[in-house]
């Protein structure tokens, strides 16, 4: 069974994969990728309100096969709104008593 390399890359931070992983195919391995890519960024907050993971596939020679990449950008909206008539918090300011802010945890 081939064996694949996965390098991860997030903007000045390289971390290359030395032991790698088997796959059945090529197709498998980029799922991986694509898979590893995904929860990476979502695992992690943007630092500036932009993040790129990149993960790099190398066959069993070493050899760049497959690139895979991952962005998110956060656009905030200034000056945030204003509750509308009714509504007593905002969710995007109040994050602990909003749904949709919940996943971000510092």
Same mark, same amino acid.
């Given at each position: 069974?081939?064996?694949?390399y996965?390098?991860?890359?997030?903007? $000045?931070?390289?971390?290359?994969?030395?032991?790698?992983?088997?796959?059945?195919?090529?197709?498998?391995?980029?799922? =991986?990728?694509? $898979?590893?890519?995904?929860?990476?960024?979502?695992?992690?907050?943007?630092?500036?309100?932009?993040? =790129?993971?990149?993960? =790099?596939?190398?066959?069993?020679?070493?050899?760049?096969?497959? $690139?895979?990449?991952?962005?998110?950008?956060?656009?905030?909206?200034?000056?945030?709104?204003?509750?509308?008539?009714?509504?007593?918090?905002n969710?995007? $300011? =109040?994050?602990?008593?909003?749904?949709?802010?919940?996943?971000?945890?510092?």
């Open positions: 069974m081939p064996r694949f996965f390098d991860v890359r997030e903007g $000045t931070s390289f971390a290359p994969d030395e032991e790698g992983l088997e796959f059945d195919s090529l197709n498998a391995a980029g799922r =991986e990728a694509a $898979t590893t890519a995904a929860e990476i960024g979502r695992d992690r907050r943007p630092k500036d309100d932009s993040r =790129e993971v990149t993960v =790099e596939v190398r066959n069993e020679h070493r050899q760049r096969v497959l $690139t895979v990449k991952v962005s998110m950008e956060v656009d905030r909206v200034e000056p945030p709104p204003q509750p509308r008539a009714g509504e007593s918090r969710p995007f $300011t =109040e994050p602990d008593k909003g749904v949709f802010l919940k996943c971000w945890k510092d």
